[in-house]
């Protein structure tokens, strides 16, 4: 393990998997299973997430 502290936390990942469709592939293959299109894809939606957070907080 690389001692790195992550950036998105399991039910963040969880909850957009769920949202984008993709989600029963994470439970049959765990996270290194996605396809790389679906973890763009995941970190695209993670950054909406937050950016209307931010927007919300002004």
Same mark, same amino acid.
């Given at each position: 393990?690389? &001692?790195?502290?992550?950036?998105? %936390?399991?039910?963040?990942?969880?909850?957009?998997?769920?949202? /984008?469709?993709?989600?029963?592939?994470?439970?049959?293959? &765990?996270?290194?299973?996605?396809? %790389?299109?679906?973890?763009?894809?995941?970190?695209?939606?993670? /950054?909406?997430?937050?950016?209307?957070?931010?927007?919300?907080?002004?």
């Amino acid at each position: 393990m690389s &001692g790195k502290k992550p950036m998105m %936390s399991e039910a963040l990942k969880t909850e957009i998997a769920k949202e /984008l469709g993709f989600y029963d592939t994470v439970q049959r293959e &765990g996270w290194g299973g996605i396809s %790389s299109k679906d973890a763009g894809n995941m970190v695209k939606r993670a /950054l909406e997430i937050a950016e209307q957070g931010l927007n919300k907080s002004k």
